[in-house]
């Protein structure tokens, strides 16, 4: 252990997640393994926004970086915002994104999961319930404020998986 003194500015990038076609011993998510690892920072990407930002921010971390992609999304196209192409565009490591505002419950997921939470919230529109849903983005360091601060308004959490 070097208490923080010593740097390790190593990204590891991978499929994680169920996928098509394959058999269950090929679709485990390890996020929650990776997550248990002292001093290893977990990303999990949701759409092209999601990769490229934070692929760059791990590859610039002095620290170890797990980016576990959901093979799946590979072939989803995704609106790209042309802010995204710039080469000093970056997503902060720990920072979650309320992709969805809403006041009744907040609905929070990762990678794969947050196309799920999006198409429950709009189900839920239909009856009048205002989801609020969270792109976690990171897994560790986990934005905890922003999860507070929707539950706090919303006083309801579902997290998907």
């Known amino acids: 252990m070097s208490a923080g003194q010593i740097n390790v500015p ?3 990038r991978g499929r994680n997640g169920a996928a098509m076609g394959v058999a269950s011993k090929h679709s485990q998510c390890f996020a929650a393994w990776y997550f248990h690892v002292p001093g290893l920072k977990v990303v999990s990407p949701y759409d092209i926004e999601d990769c490229r930002g934070l ?6 971390d002095p620290d170890p970086v797990v980016v576990l992609e959901n093979e799946v999304l590979y072939g989803v196209p995704f609106p790209v915002n042309p802010a995204i ?5 970056l997503i902060p490591i720990g920072k979650a994104k309320i992709i969805k505002p ?4 907040t609905v929070v997921g990762h990678s794969k999961a947050v196309k799920t939470c ?3 919230a709009a ?3 239909k009856k009048g319930i205002e989801v609020e ?3 976690l983005r990171s897994l560790r360091p986990l934005d905890t404020e922003t999860i507070f601060n929707s539950v706090k308004k919303t006083h309801h959490l579902v997290t998907v998986e």
């Not at 192409?85 to 565009?89: E, G, S």
């Not at 809403?102 to 419950?105: D, E, F, Q, S, Y």
């Open 85 to 89: 192409m710039d080469k000093d565009f």
């Open 133 to 135: 849903v969270i792109n």
């Open 10 to 12: 190593i990204v590891f």
């Open 102 to 105: 809403g006041k009744h419950v």
């Open 118 to 120: 999006l198409l429950g």
């Open 123 to 125: 189900e839920l529109a």
């Open 55 to 60: 692929l760059k921010s791990a590859i610039r």
